[in-house]
């Protein structure tokens, strides 16, 4: 599996965007980018995945390069309740084998009211 | 709809207790994985199965057993606690569709081997 780099840490204040990196320089062509995030001592929920397009749904934008050795999560307008630790997972869709995210540790984002 | 339910929430075990951690889905998935989590790590998968039946080994297996006797549960069993074994377990589920990436997660299982 790809490994990816994310920033320890980040910080954004409430309502603005917050737009969270990740580089997975090393991602093969059938491999897609998922997100996850997980709010203190809750279990990960799953946010957003893509595989060469942009993606959105309700609760994120994914950026792709067109490379697709980076990506970029976009939460449009941060709230405090955004606050958690966000995961940046490399892997080949389907098979049983998805399940076997590399979850690494991700990036701490804080919302600022 | 309870989703994923971890059972149980919290334990404390001496060193050579025994133990089982129950997770039971309702939403007919077929794969379920039991991660753990330790301070500042990301999640790391112990055994996962693919169906009633099967399971199978992950990054770190040892000192651990699982079994999928029916397809909403998936139990993890520590035969011989030890203290490295501390940690925030979690279990999760996903079902067939093939591009889907969304693994639905319990909320975790704090357990202390002392």
């Known amino acids: 599996d790809a490994k990816t780099t994310q920033p320890p840490s980040m910080d954004c204040a409430e309502g603005r965007a917050a737009n969270l990196p990740c580089n997975h320089s090393?991602?093969?062509?059938?491999?897609?980018v998922y997100w996850y995030r997980q709010i203190h001592s809750q279990g990960p929920q799953y946010i957003i995945h893509?595989?060469?397009n942009n993606e959105t749904n309700e609760m994120a934008s994914l950026i792709i390069t067109e490379d697709r050795k980076s990506s970029t999560l976009i939460l449009p307008h941060a709230t405090l309740r955004d606050t958690a630790v966000y995961y940046c997972?490399?892997?080949?869709?389907?098979?049983?084998?998805?399940?076997?995210?590399?979850f690494g540790r991700g990036t701490q984002l804080t919302v600022w009211p | 709809n309870a989703g994923v339910t971890q059972t149980p929430k919290f334990r404390v075990l001496k060193t050579g207790q025994s133990m089982t951690l129950l997770c039971a889905q309702d939403?007919?998935?077929?794969?379920m994985y039991w991660y753990r989590q330790d301070p500042g790590m990301g999640l790391r998968l112990i055994h996962y199965?693919?169906?009633?039946?099967?399971?199978a080994k992950g990054e770190v297996p040892d000192g651990y057993n699982v079994s999928r006797l029916k397809k909403q549960n998936f139990l993890l069993g520590l035969e011989s606690a030890a203290p490295s074994q501390t940690s925030v377990y979690f279990c999760?589920?996903?079902?067939?569709?093939?591009?889907?990436?969304?693994?639905?997660f319990g909320e975790g299982s704090r357990l202390t081997v002392l």
């Open positions: 090393t991602i093969s062509g059938n491999e897609y």
């Open positions: 997972i490399v892997r080949v869709a389907g098979g049983s084998t998805l399940g076997r995210l590399y």
């Open positions: 893509g595989l060469k």
């Open positions: 939403m007919n998935h077929e794969y």
């Open positions: 999760a589920s996903r079902g067939l569709a093939a591009n889907t990436g969304e693994l639905f």
């Open positions: 199965s693919v169906g009633e039946g099967t399971t």
